[in-house]
């Protein structure tokens, strides 16, 4: 039976999020979740760029490496075709928004290797994911992606206001808020489950 593409969506943003189900992407999650404004441009960024490199990667898939018999190259195809698309995402970035630009820093040329972007791409592959629904699970794990992260932003914003035990700030309270996160959503799991 096939899965409904409404349904994948609904599921990669919460019962299968890429970032806190499956732990891929926490680089940049961790590290640029400070501020809710840089959080924001991030999240939409690795959203654009998730959504249209599924979208690339599965043509590419489908009507290069798959016809040539040559799919034993996807790894490296899709890594390539990340990068570039990272490339004009950060010309695009840089030149509609230098403020957004210079507050991600590198993180902006980091998301190449989010191994979410990668992830939701092997992902629709290995699920055998038609094009509708490879562009709905790449839509839902970007908006998964882009939840999480205002969500640990916004947390993080309010604990600067409270009083952390030494022992906890930065890092530590990071990791804890994270995996009390990654267990919420897990509770969803009932709901609908996409593999």
Same mark, same amino acid.
């Given at each position: 039976?096939?899965?409904?593409?409404?349904?994948?969506?609904?599921?990669?943003?919460?019962?299968?999020?890429?970032?806190?189900?499956?732990?891929?992407?926490?680089?940049?999650?961790?590290?640029?979740?400070?501020?809710?404004?840089?959080?924001?441009?991030?999240?939409? *960024?690795? !959203?654009? =760029?998730?959504?249209?490199?599924?979208?690339? #990667? &599965?043509?590419?898939?489908?009507? +290069?490496?798959?016809?040539?018999?040559?799919?034993?190259?996807?790894?490296?195809?899709?890594?390539?075709?990340?990068?570039?698309?990272?490339?004009?995402?950060?010309?695009?970035?840089?030149?509609?928004?230098?403020?957004?630009?210079?507050?991600?820093?590198?993180?902006?040329?980091?998301?190449?290797?989010?191994? *979410?972007? !990668?992830? =939701?791409?092997?992902?629709?592959?290995?699920? #055998? &994911?038609?094009?509708?629904?490879? +562009?709905?699970?790449?839509?839902?794990?970007?908006?998964?992606?882009?939840?999480?992260?205002?969500?640990?932003?916004?947390?993080?914003?309010?604990?600067?206001?409270?009083?952390?035990?030494?022992?906890?700030?930065?890092?530590?309270?990071?990791?804890?808020?994270?995996?009390?996160?990654?267990?919420?959503?897990?509770?969803?799991?009932?709901?609908?489950?996409?593999?």
């Amino acid at each position: 039976m096939e899965i409904n593409a409404f349904v994948i969506f609904f599921a990669a943003i919460f019962t299968s999020n890429i970032l806190l189900t499956n732990f891929l992407g926490m680089c940049s999650f961790l590290s640029v979740s400070r501020e809710v404004e840089s959080s924001f441009g991030l999240g939409v *960024a690795v !959203f654009f =760029v998730i959504v249209c490199t599924t979208a690339i #990667n &599965y043509a590419v898939y489908h009507l +290069i490496l798959v016809p040539l018999d040559i799919i034993y190259l996807q790894y490296i195809v899709f890594i390539i075709v990340i990068a570039a698309f990272v490339q004009l995402t950060e010309l695009f970035v840089e030149r509609f928004s230098p403020v957004l630009y210079y507050t991600l820093g590198i993180f902006l040329p980091l998301i190449t290797v989010n191994c *979410a972007i !990668f992830g =939701v791409s092997l992902f629709m592959v290995i699920r #055998n &994911y038609s094009f509708l629904q490879s +562009i709905a699970y790449g839509a839902g794990a970007g908006l998964g992606w882009l939840l999480a992260i205002l969500s640990l932003a916004g947390l993080r914003q309010k604990l600067k206001l409270q009083r952390v035990p030494a022992g906890l700030r930065g890092a530590g309270i990071t990791l804890i808020i994270t995996g009390i996160m990654s267990l919420a959503f897990i509770g969803f799991s009932g709901i609908a489950v996409i593999q």
